[in-house]
């Protein structure tokens, strides 16, 4: 994927939402670790949860908006001093001007992820990120969409 020609794409003032995954934290990387890219006239955020707890009291304990740069995947190995991270792909891209589908993920992901009901819990299992990228294509109706086998945890309690 060319980061590059992505961010110039981005850029061009319509609705874009990428699902970007890259292989899970060592030595379970044969999973896949999701998150959303929303941007919209070159404002760019990044939602995910991550078993990393934050401080954040709104979002909950392990939901994260921008808690890593947008094209970049999360750490390999933890805990290491240095953070070697993963490469990112490209899952699926919508995008489109007002309402597009596109615009609708959009204000879903930034007005709505605060309400994911398990932004507070996190296991290996599931609830974690697998979980919450399902919520979010399983919540708008227009979609049926669901994650490959190995986003383990996708369908925790749904």
Known sequence: ?????????????QYHVLLMTCPATLPVSFAIHPWFVCAKGGR?????????????SVLGKHLYKDGL???????????????????????MHFKGGRGSMAQEMYDFINGNSGQYPYRDQYSLFGPNSNTYAQWV?????????????????KSYHQ
């Open 69 to 91: 740069p947008p094209f970049s995947g999360i750490e390999m190995v933890l805990p290491l001093r240095k953070k070697l991270l993963w490469g990112a792909d490209l899952f």
């Open 137 to 153: 294509l399983d919540s708008l109706d227009i979609l049926d969409i669901k994650l490959p086998w190995n986003c383990i945890g």
């Open 44 to 56: 760019i955020s990044r939602w995910e949860v991550r078993f990393e707890r934050n401080n954040d």
């Open 1 to 13: 994927m060319n980061i590059k020609k992505l961010k110039k794409e981005i850029a061009d003032g």
